[in-house]
């Protein structure tokens, strides 16, 4: 354990494990876990990663803010919810956006949306792109809109009605004039089935790993018969290798809690 300062108030936070083995060996007697590749015939799981490079603007803003959120975090005290506004803010310019100081947000240009417009253009059959913002969401359905038609791409995120996400994900499921599903882990991530799609494209991620394994799982489920194939996209570089990373090492201490393999993973 390590002592943090937050908001005034001195709090013990988790800095590393030990002895994940033994607590593994404690919990067997209490507990029986089934996967479900186990009880379930799908298909295989294939990782993939695409890498990008920054634009100079974007490198530009990146180094800045940065910079500042350095100059902020030393020798102060800072609240957690001031940590991650940092941290959020150095993604959303790995995406292409910022939001300025007076709260409108400014567009940056990004190698990301070309990037994927070239895996879709790869991409036999069915696909889904989740993003994490949601402005990422309005851009991406307008470039396949323009590329792919209007009646290609549906949407299932935060702003999409629920009379709608019913719709568009029959869409995706039963129309062969629609290719792409395009939503966010937090609205479409959970619940629902869209196995008429083998690709699933991480746009970008989030530091959730529920809501990653959850996302995965809409197109690998009862009534997939193929083998699903996972694309992210990454900044090399960026906090995009870090929110990777961190998802990787939280897969890597669940699976050696519970006495599983270390698994393959992005």
């Not at 009880?39 to 803003?61: A, F, G, H, N, W």
């Not at 895996?119 to 913002?133: N, Q, R, S, T, Y």
């Not at 746009?203 to 394994?213: A, F, H, P, T, V």
Request: glycine residues 6%; charged residues 30%; proline residues 2%.
């Amino acid at each position: 354990m390590k002592t943090a300062f937050i908001s005034g108030r001195s709090i013990q936070l988790v800095s590393g494990f030990k002895n994940l083995a033994e607590l593994s060996e404690k919990l067997k007697p209490f507990s029986y876990r089934v996967l479900k590749e186990d009880c379930l015939d799908l298909p295989p799981k294939i990782y993939m990663k695409r890498t990008i490079d920054l634009t100079s603007e974007q490198k530009k803003v990146y180094k800045q803010m940065k910079e500042e959120a350095l100059a902020e975090l030393h020798g102060k005290q800072i609240t957690t919810m001031t940590a991650l506004t940092q941290l959020m803010r150095l993604q959303q310019i790995t995406c292409g956006h910022f939001v300025a100081d007076d709260g409108t947000t400014q567009p940056i240009k990004s190698n990301r949306l070309s990037e994927l417009m070239d895996i879709l253009d790869e991409v036999e059959g069915k696909a889904i792109i989740w993003a994490h913002w949601q402005r990422d969401i309005q851009n991406i359905v307008k470039e396949i809109k323009k590329v792919h038609g209007p009646r290609s791409v549906v949407d299932y995120y935060g702003l999409t009605t629920q009379e709608a996400r019913e719709t568009n994900r029959k869409r995706l499921q039963e129309d062969d004039t629609c290719r792409f599903l395009v939503g966010t882990p937090q609205t479409g991530g959970y619940g629902i089935t869209l196995t008429a799609a083998n690709t699933v494209i991480y746009y970008s991620n989030g530091y959730d790993l529920e809501k990653r394994l959850q996302s995965e799982d809409r197109a690998h489920r009862i009534g997939q018969k193929k083998s699903v194939t996972y694309v992210d996209i990454i900044a090399e570089d960026t906090i995009d290798k870090k929110i990777q990373d961190s998802l990787r090492k939280k897969i890597n201490i669940a699976s050696e809690v519970l006495g599983e393999e270390i698994r393959s993973w992005i």
